[in-house]
């Protein structure tokens, strides 16, 4: 990822002779994301990213907006990046991501304000959050704890990758939502193993299962493997629903539980190339 004073720099060069904005202004331009409506259709939920000049980096908050009143207000102020609110049911409390620790963890906060209670500590972080439709469970992925012959690695030789089959496979876990702001809850993990890692996903309305693209691995030269798969929260029985040539993902349920709507290259082998 490029750093703010190689954008900078990149910037002056290409674009030495505009005058209004200059490329500082442009660079310190707010920028409002991600945006999520609270249940009762009162409030959204959004990301604004920031530029910290002094650590030569992109901070992103969350923030709060009444559309009916114009009232807004920052919701996470912390040193780090918080973002990716997610409300839940109720609209009472929103989970979200923050790297205020170190790697992303998943966090709930209630949307008035006060302190954040962390749900997971794992070494390789979240990257995506979703609660369930019964507002009980959170899911969401991650590569877990880190392996301890890899902690060895890295205590030895320093961190580094191995290009091709050096993957830590990102699977789908489930975090109960405690009731009160207290305890953190232990994490379950619903898929494991090196057959695939998980991407997008998408809970059943009854809460029941989760749908979900899983690939090969997560080289991007994998993403034509991805395909589509269930899993069975109460036993954790993995089904693949779908497997043609090239991508399956984004799976989505109707309302009724009963289909999956997803996208797909529908088995052209050459799905990349322009028609």
Same mark, same amino acid.
């Given at each position: 990822?490029?750093?703010?004073?190689?954008?900078?720099?990149?910037?002056?060069?290409?674009?030495?002779?505009?005058?209004?904005?200059?490329?500082?202004?442009?660079?310190?331009?707010?920028?409002?994301?991600?945006?999520?409506?609270?249940?009762?259709?009162?409030?959204?939920?959004?990301?604004?990213?920031?530029?910290?000049?002094?650590?030569?980096?992109? *901070?992103?908050?969350?923030?709060?907006?009444?559309?009916?009143?114009?009232?807004?207000?920052?919701?996470?102020?912390?040193?780090?990046?918080?973002?990716?609110?997610?409300?839940?049911?109720?609209?009472?409390?929103?989970?979200?991501?923050?790297?205020?620790?170190?790697?992303?963890?998943?966090?709930?906060?209630?949307?008035?304000?006060?302190?954040?209670?962390?749900?997971?500590?794992?070494?390789?972080?979240?990257?995506?959050?979703?609660?369930?439709?019964?507002?009980?469970?959170?899911?969401?992925?991650?590569?877990?704890?880190?392996?301890?012959?890899?902690?060895?690695?890295?205590?030895?030789?320093?961190?580094?990758?191995?290009?091709?089959?050096?993957?830590?496979?990102?699977?789908?876990?489930?975090?109960?939502?405690?009731?009160?702001?207290?305890?953190?809850?232990?994490?379950?993990?619903?898929?494991?193993?090196?057959?695939?890692?998980?991407?997008?996903?998408?809970?059943?309305?009854?809460?029941?299962?989760?749908?979900?693209?899983?690939?090969? *691995?997560?080289?991007?030269?994998?993403?034509?493997?991805?395909?589509?798969?269930?899993?069975?929260?109460?036993?954790?029985?993995?089904?693949?629903?779908?497997?043609?040539?090239?991508?399956?993902?984004?799976?989505?349920?109707?309302? *009724?539980?009963?289909?999956?709507?997803?996208?797909?290259?529908?088995?052209?082998?050459?799905?990349?190339?322009?028609?």
């Amino acid at each position: 990822m490029l750093t703010i004073r190689l954008l900078l720099a990149f910037a002056l060069v290409c674009a030495a002779a505009a005058q209004v904005p200059s490329t500082e202004q442009a660079l310190s331009f707010k920028r409002a994301s991600n945006p999520r409506i609270s249940p009762d259709g009162r409030f959204v939920a959004y990301d604004v990213r920031s530029t910290n000049w002094d650590d030569n980096a992109f *901070d992103t908050q969350i923030w709060i907006a009444a559309p009916a009143s114009g009232e807004r207000y920052q919701l996470t102020s912390s040193n780090k990046s918080s973002s990716g609110a997610r409300w839940s049911p109720d609209g009472k409390r929103l989970a979200f991501i923050s790297d205020r620790n170190g790697k992303g963890q998943l966090y709930l906060i209630s949307p008035t304000g006060g302190e954040a209670l962390q749900l997971t500590n794992f070494d390789g972080g979240v990257n995506a959050a979703e609660w369930s439709p019964d507002g009980a469970t959170i899911a969401f992925t991650s590569t877990g704890p880190e392996p301890e012959a890899r902690k060895d690695r890295k205590k030895k030789y320093g961190e580094f990758e191995i290009v091709k089959n050096d993957y830590q496979m990102s699977h789908l876990w489930v975090v109960k939502a405690p009731s009160e702001f207290g305890e953190m809850p232990k994490p379950e993990q619903l898929t494991s193993g090196e057959k695939f890692t998980v991407g997008g996903f998408s809970w059943s309305p009854d809460s029941q299962r989760i749908a979900f693209a899983g690939a090969r *691995d997560p080289s991007p030269a994998s993403g034509e493997t991805t395909d589509i798969y269930l899993v069975r929260v109460v036993d954790k029985g993995v089904t693949k629903l779908v497997s043609t040539q090239g991508p399956d993902r984004n799976p989505v349920w109707s309302p *009724d539980g009963k289909q999956i709507a997803f996208e797909t290259a529908a088995g052209e082998e050459f799905f990349y190339l322009p028609q």
